[in-house]
């Protein structure tokens, strides 16, 4: 059943999910949770695990399918032994291990998002024609290479250890499994010794015991899928929660509710003592600008790259609101002024 509907459900769920992320991110009228870092790595973590969060429907159907048939084979070895069914209880431990190994993989995920991010900034910059040009004329392609290696080497020692642990709790899981499998089959050798138990008997328990740890290794792989989903669906409820954060109001002035305008300016734009800081830098791009913009005059930006240029022109649009200081339009505060009318 999960076969023949996931073909056409992965499709929609993925599309689904794409339109959501893109909304998502595009939804708040500025663009200051565009330069947060933690939001910018959570929607890495997102874009990058879709895929796999849209095989979830099916880890759960096969999940099902192992446990009812673990279920079947406990049935059939405490026919054959009430004590023959501790032996899938010995699968716990994998299954509590494996789990805490999942979150240690997704924890070292978290941690590498930034650098992934910057890695594919530097292949993009180095692959892309107008940046490419650039590359040529002032002769940096060796420093980005320089980067780009130092870049993804932090990823795949962080990605190692994770994975090393990771793997090193699974292993653990599986040795307890081990030891369970071991002793029943002694169990069963023993019995057979003394004459209480049959070689079909004995046979059919290895058949068994084999069978258990086919079983929770997949169901165990079916939970890494499906709790890894499950961390994705997380990731985007916290961006939803940005998206639907109001946005922030100004230092000197209160969230307020925004209003209307005139359709046309009658005195102008005035920067009073306006400053600005990008989130989580702790440098101000602009320092205490106060300037008059009055209708109908032209006023001309100049300055060296860096010099708050387009930060300032933002700052106008709505984009930002200013770290400090007020922007007044024909004397409104523009934060008291809705996105939309502005």
Request: with cysteine; charged share 20%; proline share 4%.
């Amino acid at each position: 059943f999960s076969h023949l509907c996931s073909g056409q459900l992965y499709e929609r769920q993925l599309a689904e999910l794409n339109i959501e992320l893109i909304e998502i991110v595009s939804r708040p009228p500025g663009i200051e949770h565009l330069d947060d870092p933690a939001f910018a790595d959570r929607v890495e973590l997102v874009r990058s695990s879709l895929f796999g969060t849209t095989q979830a429907f099916e880890s759960l159907l096969t999940l099902s399918g192992l446990l009812l048939q673990t279920a079947i084979t406990a049935g059939i070895l405490f026919s054959l032994d009430p004590w023959l069914v501790l032996l899938p209880l010995f699968a716990i431990p994998s299954m509590y291990l494996g789990k805490r190994a999942q979150v240690i993989f997704e924890r070292a995920r978290e941690q590498c998002a930034e650098d992934v991010r910057l890695a594919r900034h530097f292949l993009a910059i180095a692959t892309s024609a107008p940046t490419a040009k650039e590359l040529r004329l002032f002769g940096t392609e060796d420093e980005i290479l320089r980067r780009q290696e130092a870049v993804c080497s932090n990823v795949t020692d962080r990605m190692w250890k994770g994975q090393a642990a990771s793997a090193a709790l699974r292993s653990l899981g599986q040795f307890v499994f081990t030891i369970g499998a071991g002793g029943t089959i002694l169990l069963v050798v023993r019995q057979a010794l003394e004459g209480r138990a049959t070689i079909g008997g004995f046979i059919l328990v290895i058949t068994l015991a084999v069978q258990v740890n086919v079983q929770m290794s997949g169901a165990l792989g079916q939970l890494n899928g499906l709790q890894a989903a499950g961390r994705t669906a997380e990731r985007i409820e916290l961006l939803r929660e940005i998206a639907r954060t109001p946005r922030r109001a100004t230092a000197t002035h209160p969230a307020r509710q925004a209003g209307r305008i005139a359709t046309r300016l009658t005195r102008g734009i005035t920067l009073d003592q306006v400053s600005f800081r990008y989130p989580g830098s702790p440098d101000l791009v602009l320092d205490n600008i106060s300037l008059e913009m009055p209708v109908g005059s032209t006023i001309a930006l100049v300055g060296e790259n860096g010099a708050g240029k387009s930060t300032l022109v933002k700052l106008l649009c709505g984009l930002y609101a200013p770290t400090s200081g007020k922007i007044l339009i024909d004397g409104t505060d523009l934060s008291d002024i809705a996105p939309e009318e502005w």
